[in-house]
């Protein structure tokens, strides 16, 4: 068991906010061909609503279906796709974040797997750029409607 575990627990997620660490990941999943490569984390632990943990969460179903497709691309994929355990968005879940070097992060919420296209098309929209900033006509309605945060690029 993780050592997130010991350092806090919400009994309504089974998992502690923002302690845990991106410790997973799926290798098959990034891309080899960019060597500035952006990334899209999926948060596999949203709920988005519903309750109980008979099958896989929403975020975790989000994240296969991600997977599924970026596969199916008759292309390289230009970004690579990273389950993380919370964004801190847990209210507006499902949540993805898009971030690359020298760009400018983005956080969205109000996902589900019917956006995945959509979430396709933005993050190759966003990985085309070299800051990050898409523009605003270019971004999937998703993203124009699920933006929760900004964050500048490190310098
Ligand atoms: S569980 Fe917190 S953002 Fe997904």
Redesign the pocket.
Known sequence: MSGYRSRGFRPE?D?A?DQSAPDILREESIPRNSAAATTLHV?V???AGENGDTGPRP?RRLYDALIDAQHRQDHPPSFRIIEV??????DR???VALSGPGRWTYVY?DLDRNCVDDVITGAERYAATSDGLVPWRERPTIFRKGVIARIPPSI
């Open positions: 997620t998992f906010m948060c632990t949203c709920r975020g355990e919370c964004l801190s968005n847990c879940g499902c949540s919420g």
